[in-house]
T-cell receptor, first 115, second 110 residues
């Protein structure tokens, strides 16, 4: 079974530029998560999708971050404009459903460096 | 007070010994608890999940949950160098939000 795919793996941009990340979840997984993990911290949930609907985006900085999951499969996360403090690893995860017991499977992440 | 607290470490344990990792949480209504392992430069992978008070064993790993004390722990028996990683505690809060701790760095010395 193929895992969660993410691209790009690395990205370096200057502040005020825009950037987009892509995630393809495990086939058949209805729930998709985007996390931000700053060095030395645990992952912080940015947004959770159930199929193509948003379940939780309470920690997404909506003035600069946006995410979509068209057709309930692939998802993109965009930052515009980027700030220095956005430097982090952006992790995508998916789970079969949204029950509390569901295992989340993480992708390899995208490392973003904002200069 | 952080919602999920872990000692950042590093915790150094000799090979073959028991490693004990601890996590406390602030939301008394939290329902599900998870331990993830994260190797440097890699993404987290689930080791154990626990939902009710008591112990849950899986191979060399034992998760312990005490809801009254708002405490969850992970024991690793017969520690191996390959267990050296950061261990993340994650909690599903009463608001159905998953919250991760900052992780404990574990180092197994040969």
């Amino acid at each position: 079974e193929a895992g969660v795919a993410q691209s790009p793996r690395y990205k370096i941009i200057e502040k005020r530029q825009s950037v987009a990340f892509w995630c393809n979840p495990i086939s058949g997984h209805a729930t998709l998560y985007w996390y931000q993990q700053i060095l030395g911290q645990g992952p912080k949930l940015l947004i959770q999708f159930q199929n193509n609907g948003v379940v939780d985006d309470s920690q997404l900085p909506k003035d600069r971050f946006s995410a979509e999951r068209l057709k309930g499969v692939d998802s993109t996360l965009k930052i515009q404009p980027a700030k220095l403090e956005d430097s982090a690893v952006y992790l995508c995860a998916s789970s079969l459903g949204h029950e509390l017991q569901e295992t989340q499977y993480f992708g390899p992440g995208t490392r973003l460096l904002v200069l | 007070q952080k919602e999920v607290e872990q000692n950042s470490g590093p915790l150094s344990v000799p090979e073959g010994a028991i490693a004990s990792l601890n996590c406390t949480y602030s939301d008394r209504g939290s329902q599900s608890f998870f331990w993830y392992r994260q190797y440097s430069g890699k993404s987290p992978e689930l080791i154990m999940s626990i939902y009710s008070n008591g112990d849950k064993e899986d191979g060399r790993f034992t998760a312990q949950l005490n809801k009254a004390s708002q405490y969850v722990s992970l024991l690793i028996r017969d520690s191996q160098p390959s267990d050296s990683a950061t261990y993340l505690c994650a909690v599903y809060s009463s608001a159905s939000k998953i919250i991760f701790g900052s992780g404990t760095r574990l180092s197994i010395r040969p």
